[in-house]
């Protein structure tokens, strides 16, 4: 059973740079895709972009100029970085594995999210 | 990108009830959408990929149809645990987007 758990700190100050890891269990990261997903406070689900194991990545244009996913040294961890951030970015932030099986996507797996709050 | 609107925002429903939801992209998506369920607290929980492929483990209740522009996600007899808010996301091109979610509340 695969398993993600994000993990990062809880409180960024405003114009300073999000970091998160996702740590994924119970599989491997190799031949999947690997997704970042936000959801401010009482709002909707935003996908902020995905990453192959090769590390190709695509981003969504509404962030792309602030943030990078990559692929951690350990090759079971993932990485989102977003700089520059503002209070418009808080928000909880979601790992999750993007399949891509027989021309279909679907985010099977999901990690249990991390609340980042922007505040100084 | 890709503008996804789901109706109704919310609606009120008893145990028993068929319940159905619909997601209406701004241009033709073929049938790249897929239906999440997500509780309060909880993260999104995935039922149905390529619009009308249920996800294993996912009970039959639940239901989805639909291509080009309109799909429906339809629970046949609603049960206490699906109540829950509900997005369909399309990834027919980049970026993914969401709907803005149908909250199923008990009536």
């Known amino acids: 059973q695969v398993q993600l758990q994000e993990s990062g700190p809880g409180l960024v100050k405003p114009s300073e740079t999000l970091s998160l890891t996702c740590t994924v269990s119970g599989g491997s990261i190799s031949t999947y895709y690997w997704s970042w997903i936000r959801q401010p406070p009482g709002k909707g689900l935003e996908w902020i972009g995905y990453i192959y194991y090769t590390g190709s990545t695509n981003y969504n244009p509404s962030l792309k100029s602030r943030v990078t996913i990559s692929v951690g040294t350990s090759r079971d961890e993932l990485s989102l970085k977003l700089t520059s951030v503002t209070a418009a970015d808080t928000a909880v932030y979601y790992c999750?594995?993007?399949?891509?099986?027989?021309?279909?996507?679907?985010?099977?797996?999901w990690g249990q999210g991390t609340l980042v709050t922007v505040s100084s | 990108a890709i503008q996804m609107t789901q109706s109704p925002s919310s609606l009120s429903a008893s145990v028993g009830d068929r319940v159905t939801i619909t997601c209406r992209a701004s241009q033709v998506i073929r049938n790249d959408l897929g239906w999440y369920q997500q509780k309060p607290g909880k993260a999104p929980k995935l039922l149905i990929y390529a619009a009308s492929n249920l996800q294993s483990g996912v009970p039959s209740r639940f239901s989805g149809s639909g291509s080009g522009t309109d799909f429906t996600l339809t629970i046949s007899s609603l049960q206490p645990e699906d109540f829950a808010t509900y997005y369909c996301l399309q990834d027919y091109n980049y970026p993914w987007t969401f709907g803005q979610g149908t909250k199923v509340e008990i009536k």
């Open positions: 999750a594995r993007a399949l891509y099986l027989s021309g279909y996507w679907s985010l099977d797996y």
